[in-house]
T-cell receptor, first 109, second 113 residues
Framework: KQEVTQIPAALSVPEGENLVLNCSFT??????LQWFRQDPGKGLTSLLL?????REQTSGRLNASLDKSSGRSTLYIAASQPGDSATYLC????????FGTGTSLTVIP | NAGVTQTPKFQVLKTGQSMTLQCAQD?????MYWYRQDPGMGLRLIYY???????DKGEVPNGYNVSRLNKREFSLRLESAAPSQTSVYFC????????????FGPGTRLLVL
């Protein structure tokens, strides 16, 4: 069974700082890895999807990388803003979807 | 285009009561999923339907049943609710799980007393 781990569980940074969120997984037989954002009391919104054959994907201030062989992905957020405050979850797609428990990010103005 | 919709948004049940959570998508997606989200546990897959007419168990199926009514609708039924089923339930859909991302509904908050 796939195990997906996210570290740290919570992170607090001042506005403008660059930051990295980490995701690790145990089974490299995946189709892709996805990063989601979840605001309190809301559903999940897709941020980035990296296919297993890709190394990274970028969208605006977000950059996600994937190292399938080592079972790791990172989400890099540049120039953080208070509006980035949310929980960020990674998920692997294989025979089933497996989610990490998320990193709760707070960006302090 | 409403995406993925779920009803109800919030429900309180007594132990032993039954209820059905409804999910519908208007994106012509093939696959649909039911998850539960609990503090410290992340999202866990309850059941999924890879295509119309098929359903399969996920990681935590005990105490639940599902019905893929048609391509648009996928319902989750609790036959005899237990306090351990207190959770937030999310429905999601996807066209091609190898290539594309899942789209999530807003969730149903269920409290079982």
């Amino acid at each position: 069974k796939q195990e997906v781990t996210q570290i740290p569980a919570a992170l607090s940074v001042p506005e403008g700082e660059n930051l990295v969120l980490n995701c690790s997984f145990t089974d490299s037989a995946i189709y892709n890895l996805q990063w989601f954002r979840q605001d309190p009391g809301k559903g999940l919104t897709s941020l980035l999807l990296i296919q297993s054959s890709q190394r990274e994907q970028t969208s605006g201030r977000l950059n996600a990388s994937l190292d399938k062989s080592s079972g790791r992905s990172t989400l890099y957020i540049a120039a953080s803003q208070p509006g980035d405050s949310a929980t960020y979850l990674c998920a692997t797609s294989g025979n089933q979807f497996y989610f990490g428990t998320g990193t709760s990010l707070t960006v302090i103005p | 285009n409403a995406g993925v919709t779920q009803t109800p948004k919030f429900q309180v049940l007594k132990t032993g009561q039954s209820m059905t959570l409804q999910c519908a998508q208007d994106m012509n997606h093939n696959s649909m999923y039911w998850y539960r989200q609990d503090p410290g546990m992340g999202l866990r897959l309850i059941y999924y339907s890879a295509s119309e007419g098929t359903t399969d168990k996920g990681e935590v199926p005990n105490g639940y049943n599902v019905s893929r009514l048609n391509k648009r609708e996928f319902s989750l039924r609790l036959e005899s609710a237990a306090p351990s089923q207190t959770s937030v339930y999310f429905c999601a859909s996807i066209r091609d799980r190898a290539q594309e991302t899942q789209y999530f509904g807003p969730g149903t908050r269920l409290l079982v007393l």
